[in-house]
């Protein structure tokens, strides 16, 4: 649209006229008399070019001109004027109108067309100015620094970016060589690199910088960049220049050295993980194997670990596998190397001249240091570990082979009452391959409901009466066939497979122990075992409650037994979960008493129903044993049990020291559930066995 800013009807009218009727078409038109009139109309916008003359009845002169190019500078403005006025047209233009029309050449045919080429050049100005503009906010948003040089390699523009990275502001790097403003050297030589504008200038095509290229800030800061150089072209393919862009990576390198670093370490201790660990074995043994030297692999499992883990919370755990870590390394050599295998398992590499004897003290060093006491988080904790230990080449000429078999040894070490160390042999991987199978084919146990409950009674032994059960598993191996606990439970307790199995076996005991009181036994308790680790459990708990739920059996009627190491390796904790234990309404009884580290004054915080004698002494016939623990019941009011009666001679000497409760093969074999009814349907039962 046409706007005509003029006081005179008669060039108002023509101009109108002759815009109307122009030869490409006609124009839309607007008119007003007064500059304030104009600067109104101007705020709608729409308008493509103002005419205007220079004498209006609020504005006089230039002054016309330059109110209405600062209102709207970037409108085509074209000045009305008469012969004697064009001096200030002129200069009107020189100030920034467009042009001007002498008044008497209106109606000239050529001044639609002239207003036609002007407003559409102001449109192809604003649409490059656009163009332009958004080009130059993206280079100034983008975290990329931009720089782009003339043919001669001097610098022509910079981006925000480049300003920072690079230290010279836009002002002061124009026209200065890029080599100056854009300064590499190479990261690992540290001698000045090319610049890529002179090569993308010489061969007329893009490149990438060279790699490890770092960038020299102008205050001789460095920082290592990545990206390319590309040539820019005119119309006729010459090149012109280059424009460069390029990133720093600090943190991107910085962070594929840390992935680096954690793909090949612990994340919790830093130390080598498994991965590096057997990348530096075979190193070791492809050394030893030209050499004809030695070396060892000591593997090491934490004794009971996981009962600090579960009693005291992972946190804690974590600090103590940092702590044990940091103890390791300050007992071997910086050539050796150690590793966390995993869990609480670490692997010692000790190098070269690892004689026997030199295990051995790296191994006695070991036990030594990680059985001081640990200080963290407010508790003292204590804790030792096993050791298994195999010698290249002896025990294997790979790493898998060593690893193995000292793993093997460990285990080995544990079942000799942990805390201690032990070599390879033959024998042991014969060992260590069927105890993985075990727990191999206890998880298919437990998944595929292959465990019967037997029960073995408790007996009044001076009615003969039947008081209650003790519930003990079997496992009917689809192989093996039956299997006693003591050829599984061990592996169960290692794997921690014994909390899912023991779910089992309570659910199985307590079903058939409602299935006993439905049929009139009401002062008859089942007694079921509680490992370790199914009381350091945080379900524990809970898990009883579900069972005594689900299987609808009172809570009086079952009793836990627990031994007395379960219980004191953290007095507090379990005191907490027996009195919890016992407002559900359970008995609990104190199972192996006497061969533990309990005194009166711990067992008078414990809220125990029962002392069960362990076999042990009744088998060895302990009077003096014997009558302290009955003593001990006595006076905490506490039941007292004798376990392992096998002959009369005990039983004689149970009698004559007052214990009036016991079991064992005396009386009874541990049962299935059918047989055990049978039992009681009986009668009760005595030295010579089941009588009417």
Known sequence: MVLIVTDDVADAKLLEDTLATAR????????????????????????????????????????????????????????????????????????????????????????????????QR??????????????????????????????AGNVT??????????????????SRPVAEVLHLIDGETRQPQRNPVEMVIVHGKALALYANSVLVRRD????????SAAPIFDRNGDITGAVVSFHDVSEAKT????????????????????????????????????????????????????????????????????????????????????????????????????????????????LHALAAPHHLAG?????????????????????????????????????????????????????AVERHAIEADLRHAIAGDEFLVYYQPKVDLVSGTVTGAEALVRWIHPEKGMMLPESFIPVAEESGLIVALGKIVLRQACLQAKAWCDQGMQSFTIAVNVSAPEFRDRRFVENLRNVLDETGLEARFLQLDLTESVLMRNVESSSAILHELKQIGVQLALD???????????????????????????????ANIVNVVIGMGMSLGQRVVAEGVETAAQLSFLHANHCTEGQGYLFSAAVPADDFTRLLGRGTVDASGLRQ
Not at 333 to 340: E, F, L, Q
Request: include cysteine; proline fraction near 3%.
């Open 24 to 119: 490409d078409g006609p124009f839309m038109t607007g008119w007003v008399r007064r500059l304030s009139d104009a600067a109104s109309r101007l705020e709608r916008r729409g308008v493509d070019i103002i005419l205007t003359d220079l004498f209006l009845p609020d504005s006089h002169g230039l002054e016309t001109f330059d109110a209405l190019y600062k209102l709207v500078p970037f409108i085509p403005i074209m000045m009305l004027c008469n012969e004697e006025d064009e001096h200030l047209a002129i200069e009107a233009v020189q100030r920034g109108a467009q042009g001007f029309l002498s008044k008497g050449h209106f109606k000239n045919t050529l001044v639609p067309q002239a207003l036609r080429n002007i407003i």
């Open 122 to 151: 102001k449109k192809v100005e604003e649409a490059l100015f656009v163009e332009r503009e958004r080009s130059r906010v993206t280079l100034e948003s983008i975290g990329d620094g931009v720089l782009s040089t003339d043919v």
């Open 157 to 174: 523009y910079m981006n925000a970016a480049a300003e920072l990275m690079t230290g010279w502001s836009r002002d002061e790097a124009q």
């Open 220 to 227: 001789s800061y460095e920082s290592p960049i990545e990206d």
């Open 255 to 366: 962070m594929a050295q840390k992935m680096a670093h954690l793909a090949q370490h612990d994340y919790l201790t830093g130390l080598p993980n498994r991965l590096l660990f057997s990348d530096r074995l075979s190193q070791a043994i492809a050394y030893a194997k030209r050499h004809a030297t030695q070396l060892a692999v000591l593997f090491l499992d934490l004794d009971n670990f996981k009962y600090i883990n579960d009693s005291l919370g992972h946190a804690v755990g974590d600090k103590l596998l940092e702590s044990v870590a940091c103890r390791l390394v300050s007992q071997v050599r910086h050539s050796d190397t150690v590793s966390r295998m995993g869990g609480d398992e670490f692997v010692v590499l000790v190098l070269e001249d690892a004689l026997a004897e030199h295990a051995t003290i790296t191994a006695e060093k070991i």
């Open 379 to 431: 508790h003292e904790l204590h804790i030792t570990t096993s050791i298994g230990i195999s010698v290249f080449p002896a025990d294997g000429d790979d790493p898998d082979a060593l690893v193995k078999n000292a793993d093997a040894a460990m285990y080995h070490a544990k079942k000799k009452g942990k805390g201690n160390y032990q070599f390879f042999n033959g024998a042991m991987n014969a060992l």
């Open 592 to 622: 192996d008493f006497g061969t533990g580290y309990s005194s009166l004054s711990y067992l008078s915080q414990f809220p125990i129903d029962v002392l069960k004698i362990d076999r042990s002494f009744v088998q060895s016939i302990s």
